[in-house]
């Protein structure tokens, strides 16, 4: 049996600042536990909806952060690609990707009504959908993605990553 590493923390500071969004960073934490991933979910007071923002929450450099860049096909399927923090996702890569038309970045209340997670905190994994993992993620052992919520982030290996989100390696990375 895999150790399942879930840190679950309280939020530092004011007690409100995240009760919105903890319905989201807890749905998370239970993925996590009940699918025995090896990851841990953290949160902080402040934001970390940006990759600037989450590297300076965790005390990381940019270079160790993915991003999860939500798009959706003709079809309506969503697809994700995860790109290292500094990259932008290709919406034609990813359709030659996966030899489909080009699909397109999907809007805030479609992510959140696709993936279960508002936008800044979408997870790399638990939730429908074709994932796409660039090969430079995999330069990485370890990096920090969306953590449910504006305010959290996951810090897992990249393989397991991979293997949670049963994702496609492919260049998707402009």
Known sequence: MA????????????????????????????????????????????????????????????????????????????????VKGENRA??????KALEIPRPRIAKPDEILELTGYPVGGTPAFGYEATFLMDPRVLEKEKVYSGGGSGNALTYMSTEEMKRVSCAQVARVRK
């Open 3 to 82: 150790l399942t590493l879930t840190r679950w923390e309280t939020v530092k500071g004011d007690p409100e600042v995240s009760c919105s969004m903890s319905k989201y960073e807890d749905k998370l934490r239970v993925f996590v536990a009940e699918n025995e991933i090896q990851a841990e979910v953290i949160s902080f007071a402040q934001a970390t909806h940006s990759v600037a923002e989450a590297a300076a929450a965790v005390g990381a450099d940019p270079e160790d952060f993915v991003k999860s860049i939500c798009m959706v096909t003709m079809g309506g399927k969503l697809v994700v690609a995860i």
């Open 90 to 95: 290709s919406t034609s890569r990813v359709g």
